[in-house]
DNA sequence: CCCATCTGAGACACAACTGTCTCATCAGTG
DNA sequence: CACTGATGAGACAGTTGTGTCTCAGATGGG
């Protein structure tokens, strides 16, 4: 039986997310599969990088579609853009050390694309009045990215509960982000 | 006239903030020295970043001590803390970047007592009645750090005006952590 | 049982980076 | 002007990681 790649990856995350320039061998030996499997199942350490990028962006970029970012309530799309998100915050505490590794077109551009989505969901946030205006919709944006990183690596560390990560990223975030009730 | 340690220091910072793997060679270009001099001034890669290192956490620390943050209201003693850190976010962003890619005792232990007192402030905070209780102190901590790195990230690549950024980082911040007026 | 296929272990050359060296050049000083 | 000290440029070996290869062993199907 061919060796699950998508195992490989899975566990290629996990090294890289802590460590972004792990050598082959110690992501092989997390894999549980030798550097010679390795490389016969990825053309070399950068198309590895690559396609866990990829493959990251891709979970991402449905994590938003699952969301429906773009429906309803700005709040209430967060919250479901938080439960999309958490399961993936690894990932993307991975995509956060790799962007500043590696200067990938392709990687970069589709990040973009991705923040851009998001921004834009603060922006309707704005425009609808749930959102404080005073803080640019880019800063909110890069603020919840930043904190998903952030709770990837606090949970990977053990520094927080994966069953609290949710609620701790929703409520501190949305309590920074949304208009107070009264002043 | 020996070269200006402190300056090498600082460009080493920039550039390993962006590429914390870039090369001596990079370093000393982008500090304006040659790689000879570079190696006279510091023993070795592993010296410069550790000097690196001791130096932003002593500039943390120093700001740490600045802001009094053991001294009243810490609502107001977060303000004074992130006025104090803000120049420091780009330091941040580097030390955030370097513990995900070594595992230097030192730097890891003294980022830890940082975090402490950070945490310390957060646990006064909730004990005071100004922060929310129902998230952990270890988490407002963590969320605050890596907030401030993102600003630095977000500063260097020109996404987030710096003259903005203390404002942006207070509101959103303090937004989230502190208790609700009513709800 | 035999065979095809895949895997792991190791050897190998190659590239990149590091640390050290030498030597020529330049600036400041007496 | 001569001299001292520091710097830059380049050469050099040593180390580390990469990519490729070969070969032996295991695994599963016919």
């Not at 699950?4 to 050598?23: E, F, K, T, W």
């Not at 990829?54 to 799309?77: H, K, S």
């Not at 439960?83 to 690894?90: E, F, K, N, R």
Request: with cysteine.
């Amino acid at each position: 039986m061919a060796i699950d790649r998508d195992s490989v990856l899975n566990a290629a995350v996990g090294v890289l997310s802590r460590q972004p320039n792990a050598a082959m061998d110690e992501i092989a030996r997390a894999a549980g599969v030798s550097r010679a499997t390795l490389h016969r199942l990825f053309p070399g350490r950068d198309a590895l990088v690559r396609e866990v990028g990829a493959l990251a962006l891709r979970r991402f970029a449905q994590a938003l579609d699952d969301a429906r970012i773009d429906e309803g309530d700005a709040v209430a799309a967060v919250r479901r853009l938080v439960d999309a998100v958490i399961p993936l915050s690894q990932l993307c505490a991975f995509l956060t050390g790799e962007s500043k590794l590696y200067e990938d077109t392709g990687i970069n551009e589709a990040w973009d694309r991705l923040d851009a989505r998001v921004r834009a969901l603060f922006l309707r946030g704005q425009q609808e009045g749930a959102f404080r205006i005073e803080l640019p919709a880019a800063w909110l944006s890069e603020a919840f990215l930043d904190l998903v990183a952030g709770v990837g690596w606090a949970v990977q560390d053990g520094r927080l509960a994966p069953r609290d990560s949710a609620h701790a990223l929703a409520e501190l975030f949305l309590g920074g982000a949304t208009r107070r009730p009264a002043p």
